[in-house]
C-alpha cells in the first residue's frame, strides 16, 4: 500500500508558479467570482488569477478606504491589492458578485488605476432573457482581451480551453468521491487547499498535479473520521482553519464552498457557440445566494452532496457582514435538520486567530452534540 | 404604560400602527396646548412622532392631512383582499404606480410598514427586530425592511399574497429579506432585477425584464394590464412630477421654506402613494404651505445656520429630535439621496411609451440608480454633488446605516471626492435607520452640533484679514 503524500498549503500570494509565469512573459489577470469563465483568459494564453487573501488577514489600508461593516475577506483582499502585494496582475476583471466585491473593487481601481479593468456584469437569475446579455457580457469580455493585450481569441482555442477546463472539473469530482469515501484518503483541507492552489494555475499544469494526487491518494489507506462534515458557505481560502477543524476529530467529507464543490457541481450539456456554451453553463450552475428565485436549486444540490457524502452534521460558515449566506444559512438549517442533519452556524472573521479558539470550542460542542466528539 | 398602546388581541405591529395613525389624522383642529398634552400622555417614541409632526405650524398642516391620507391608504391595503384584491409587498425602490396600474393588486411598501411600526408603537419595532435575530437572521440586515417583514413570521395581522422587489442589483440586504420571507413563508416572489450597466444595452434589458415583470403579474393575477387604466396613473403620477419640480425650486431658496420634515413625507408619498390622488394632493400642500412661508419670511430659527444635504438616508426613528430639533437650530434639511428623482419626459400615447417611461423612471429611482450603478461611488457622488450645488448645500452629513454596505464600503471615496468636486466637507457617522439601539439621537445631535460650530460655521463667517506682523523689538523684554 502507498504511503499518502502531503499536499502543499497555498499561503504565497506570488508564488513560485506566477513568478515563473511572468519571468518568461506571461500576462495574468486577476479576478474574484466563479461566475468569471477562466476559460476565455486561458484561450488568450493569460494565466487566470483568482483573488485570494491565503490567511493574510491584515487590513489597515484597505480599512481607509471601506468600513469595518464590510466583509473581511474582501478588506484582506483589498489590503494585498492596495500594499502592493497584487502589483503582478496585469489587470483586473470585476464581478457584481455582492455589495462588498463591488465595493473592494471600486476602491481597488480608484487608487491602482490599472490599465485593464474590466467589469463583467453577470444577472442574479438563470432566465432567456439574463442568458443572452450574460452571453454578451461575454464576447465583451473576450473582445476587450483582444483589444488590449492584442491576442486573438479564436472560437477554437476557446474550444480547447473549456474541454481543460471540463478535464479539471471531472478531476475535482473524482477527488471529492475520494473524500466522500468511508475511510477517506484525502482530508476536507487538503481538497481546499488543492482548489486554491489551482486558482493561480493554468489547467494543463494543475492537471498534472490533480493527476498525479488522484493517483496516489486512490490506493493510499485513508482513516475513518469519528464525524463526517459538510461544509457550506462563502469563497474562502481559510485552509489553515480547515484544518484546525479536522483535527478536532471531523472530517469535511463534502462542502458547497465557492473555493471548493459549487464551482464544479454540474456541467449542462448544450448545443452552440463556445461563447453561449460558457454562458449557459456558468450562469445556470452558479450555485451562489446571490442568486434570485433560486434557492430551490441551491437547496437540491445542497441535499444531494449531504446524502451522497453520508454527512453526520453540516457547518455553515461565513464572515461577519456576509447577508447573503447569512440570510440564506437559516433557510439550509431549516431544511437540512428537517431531514435529521444537525447544522451549527458560525459567523466569523475572515482568519482571525482571535476568533479561532471560540470557533473550536463551538465545533466542539457541536462535534459532541452530534455523537463524534472526544 | 396603557396596554392599549402596546398591542391588542388578533393585532400586529401594523394594525396598531394603522389605530394610532387614525387618531392623528383626526387632530386638524388641534392646538399648541393640545399637542403638549397629548404629547405628555403617550409613550416616549409617540411622543417623539407627534411633536416631530405637530409641534412647528407649518408642519402640524401638512401632517394632520398627509396621515389621514395615509391611514386611508393603508386601511386600503388592509381591506384589499376582502375586496377580492391581491395584496403586494414593495420595497420603498419601487416605483408603486406600477401596482398601482392594475386594478386588482394593491402594493404595501415594506419598509413604510417598518416606519410606521417604529415610529407608531410602543418599543419600536425592536420586538420585531429582536424576532429576527432570534431566528438567526444576521445583526448586518437592514432593520427597514426586516422589520416590516419579520412582522409577517409572527402574525396576526395582513398576510400579502406576493412580494414584488426590485433590489437584486443594487442592495443585497433588501433583495435577500424579501427573497428570504417568500422562500420561507411560501409566498410568491416577483424580480426586477437592476443591471450594473448604465449603457443602451442595459436599459434595453430592464426594459425587457420589466415587460417580464408585467407579464408576469398578469398571469398571477388574471388581470391585463389596460392601457387606459396605466395612462390615468400615470398622469397623476406626472402631476406629482410637476409639483415635485415646484418643491425642488423652493428648496434653492435661502433662507430655505420648505420645512424639514416634509422630506420625510416626500419619501412616503414617492414610496406609497405616487400615481394616487393623495400623492397629489399632499405634494400640493406641501408646495403651498412653503409658499406661504416664504410670503410671510417665516422660519423656525433666528437664521439659517447651515444647509445640509443628508448624502445617503436619513435616520427614521425619532422625527423630532432629527428634523425638527434641527430646524429650530436653524439647520436645513434639504434632502437625502431618496429625494433625488428623475423623471423623463413621458410619451403617454401607447402602452408600450408609457412602460419605456415607467422603466426609465425605475432605472433611475433613488439608490437604484446609484447603488446599481456601474459604480456605485462615482454614480452617488455625483448625485449628491448636483443636489448640493443645486440646491446651495454647506455641507452633507452621512448618516451611514450599518446594513448598507455598498455605501459603507464607498463613504471614503465619496467624502474626498465631494470635497474635491464641491468644496463641501462630510460628516460621517453610522447608525441605523430605524433601530435607535444602535446609536441613539443624542449622539447625531452633538456630532451634529459639534460639526455645524466647529466648521460650517467658521467656514461661513466672513474671513478675517490677518493684522500684520509686529517688527522685533530691539529689547526682547518689551515683547507681549
Not at chain 1, 480547447?160 to 471529492?176: D, G, I, N, Y
Not at chain 2, 424576532?131 to 440586515?141: I, K, V
Amino acid at each position: 500500500m502507498k504511503a499518502a503524500v502531503s499536499i502543499e498549503k497555498p499561503t504565497t500570494i506570488y508564488n513560485d508558479y506566477v513568478k515563473d509565469w511572468k519571468e518568461e512573459g506571461g500576462k495574468v489577470l486577476g479576478y474574484c467570482c466563479v461566475s468569471t469563465p477562466v476559460e476565455i483568459m486561458e484561450a488568450a494564453g493569460i494565466l487566470p488569477y483568482r483573488i485570494a487573501a491565503l490567511g493574510h488577514s491584515e487590513t489597515e489600508l484597505a480599512d481607509g478606504e471601506m468600513s469595518l461593516f464590510n466583509c473581511s475577506y474582501c478588506r484582506a483582499c483589498l489590503q494585498l491589492g492596495l500594499d502592493g502585494t497584487y502589483d503582478f496582475l496585469d489587470g483586473l476583471i470585476e464581478t457584481n458578485g455582492c455589495d462588498h466585491l463591488r465595493a473592494m473593487f471600486e476602491n481597488w481601481q480608484h487608487i491602482k488605476k490599472l490599465d485593464f479593468f474590466h467589469y463583467l456584469k453577470v444577472p442574479h437569475f438563470f432566465r432567456e432573457d439574463s442568458l443572452a446579455y450574460y452571453e454578451g457580457e461575454l464576447e465583451i469580455l473576450r473582445d476587450h482581451i483582444t483589444e488590449h493585450f492584442s491576442i486573438e481569441i479564436t472560437d477554437e482555442a476557446l474550444e480547447e480551453a473549456m474541454s481543460k477546463q471540463e478535464e479539471v472539473r471531472a478531476k475535482w469530482r473524482e477527488l471529492c468521491s475520494l473524500r466522500e469515501m468511508e475511510e477517506p484518503p484525502i482530508s476536507g483541507s487538503e481538497v481546499i487547499s488543492l482548489i486554491v492552489t489551482g486558482s493561480s494555475m493554468r489547467s494543463e499544469d494543475y492537471l498534472q498535479l490533480l493527476s498525479r494526487i488522484i493517483d496516489e491518494r486512490k490506493g493510499a489507506p485513508g482513516k475513518k473520521p469519528k464525524v463526517r462534515l459538510m461544509l457550506c458557505g462563502p469563497a474562502t481560502d481559510e485552509v489553515d482553519w480547515f484544518e484546525e477543524i479536522e483535527n478536532l476529530g471531523g472530517m469535511m467529507v463534502a462542502d458547497t464552498l465557492c473555493f471548493g464543490a459549487r464551482a464544479f457541481n454540474k456541467t449542462t450539456e448544450v448545443e452552440g457557440s463556445p461563447i453561449h456554451r460558457l454562458a449557459v453553463n456558468y450562469l445556470d450552475n452558479l450555485f451562489c445566494p446571490r442568486m434570485y428565485t433560486e434557492y430551490q436549486k441551491r437547496k437540491e444540490f445542497m441535499m444531494e452532496t449531504a446524502k451522497r457524502a453520508a454527512v453526520d452534521g453540516a457547518i455553515v460558515l461565513y464572515n461577519k457582514f456576509c447577508d447573503l449566506h447569512g440570510v440564506d444559512g437559516v433557510l439550509i438549517r431549516r431544511d437540512l435538520e428537517e431531514i435529521g442533519i444537525p447544522v451549527l452556524i458560525l459567523e466569523k472573521e475572515y482568519s482571525a486567530a482571535a476568533d479561532l479558539g471560540r470557533v473550536k470550542t463551538r465545533v466542539q460542542a457541536f462535534m459532541e452534540r452530534i455523537g463524534g466528539g472526544d | 404604560m396603557d396596554k392599549g398602546f402596546v398591542m391588542r388581541d388578533g393585532e400586529n405591529g401594523f394594525e396598531r400602527a394603522i389605530a394610532i395613525l387614525d387618531m392623528i389624522g383626526k387632530l386638524s383642529d388641534i392646538s399648541d396646548e393640545e399637542v403638549d398634552g397629548a404629547a405628555e400622555f403617550v409613550f416616549p417614541e409617540l411622543r417623539n412622532t407627534l411633536l416631530g409632526a405637530l409641534e412647528l405650524h407649518a408642519s402640524r398642516e401638512l401632517e394632520v392631512f398627509f396621515f389621514s391620507r395615509l391611514v386611508n391608504i393603508f386601511k386600503e391595503a388592509m381591506n384589499a383582499q376582502e375586496e377580492g384584491k391581491k395584496l403586494v409587498f414593495i420595497p420603498f425602490t419601487f416605483p408603486p404606480e406600477i401596482i398601482y396600474s392594475f386594478e386588482t393588486i394593491f402594493p404595501l411598501c415594506t419598509e413604510i410598514v417598518g416606519g410606521a411600526i417604529t415610529n407608531i408603537c410602543y418599543g419600536q419595532g425592536e420586538r420585531f427586530w429582536d424576532y429576527a435575530m432570534g431566528m438567526g437572521l444576521p445583526d448586518s440586515l437592514c432593520s427597514a425592511n426586516t422589520i416590516g417583514l419579520i412582522h409577517l413570521f409572527m402574525g396576526p395581522g395582513i398576510e400579502p399574497d406576493a412580494l414584488v422587489y426590485n433590489s437584486p442589483g443594487s442592495c443585497n440586504p433588501n433583495a435577500k429579506i424579501h427573497a428570504f420571507a417568500s422562500d420561507y413563508l411560501g409566498i410568491p416572489q416577483f424580480i426586477l432585477e437592476k443591471p450594473v450597466d448604465e449603457s443602451t444595452r442595459g436599459r434595453e434589458l430592464y426594459f425587457q425584464y420589466l415587460k417580464k415583470l408585467i407579464a408576469e403579474l398578469e398571469e398571477w393575477s388574471g388581470e391585463k394590464l389596460k392601457e387606459e387604466r396605466l395612462r390615468e396613473v400615470m398622469q397623476k403620477s406626472y402631476q406629482a412630477v410637476e409639483l415635485y419640480n415646484e418643491f425642488w425650486e423652493l428648496k434653492k431658496i435661502k433662507p430655505c421654506p420648505v420645512p424639514n420634515i416634509f422630506s420625510m413625507t416626500l419619501l412616503i408619498l414617492r414610496s406609497q402613494m405616487w400615481g394616487r390622488d393623495e400623492a397629489v394632493e399632499v405634494l400640493q400642500k406641501m408646495v403651498d404651505i412653503s409658499k406661504e412661508r416664504l410670503r410671510t419670511g417665516e422660519f423656525e430659527a433666528p437664521e439659517e445656520v447651515a444647509r445640509v444635504y443628508i448624502s445617503y438616508i436619513y435616520w427614521l426613528f425619532d422625527f423630532y429630535n432629527y428634523f425638527t430639533w434641527m430646524e429650530k437650530k436653524g439647520i436645513t434639511i434639504l434632502g437625502d439621496i431618496l429625494a433625488i428623482h428623475y423623471f423623463p419626459e413621458m410619451d403617454f400615447s401607447s402602452k408600450e411609451s408609457m412602460l419605456r417611461g415607467l422603466a426609465d423612471i425605475a432605472f433611475d429611482y433613488p439608490m437604484t440608480r446609484q447603488m446599481g450603478a456601474n459604480q456605485i461611488s462615482v454614480k452617488w457622488m455625483e448625485d449628491i454633488a448636483y443636489a448640493v450645488k443645486d440646491l446651495g448645500a454647506d455641507a452633507c452629513i452621512f448618516g451611514g446605516v450599518h446594513a448598507c454596505k455598498h455605501t459603507l464600503g464607498t463613504a471614503a471615496y465619496f467624502r474626498r471626492e465631494m470635497m474635491n468636486k464641491t468644496g463641501v466637507p462630510t460628516m460621517m457617522l453610522t447608525g441605523d435607520v430605524f433601530d435607535k439601539r444602535h446609536t441613539p439621537m443624542e449622539m447625531l445631535q452633538e456630532e451634529v452640533e459639534l460639526f455645524i460650530d466647529q466648521v460650517i460655521s467658521k467656514k461661513k463667517a466672513p474671513k478675517r484679514r490677518r493684522k500684520p506682523a509686529k517688527k522685533a523689538a530691539a529689547n526682547p523684554e518689551t515683547i507681549e
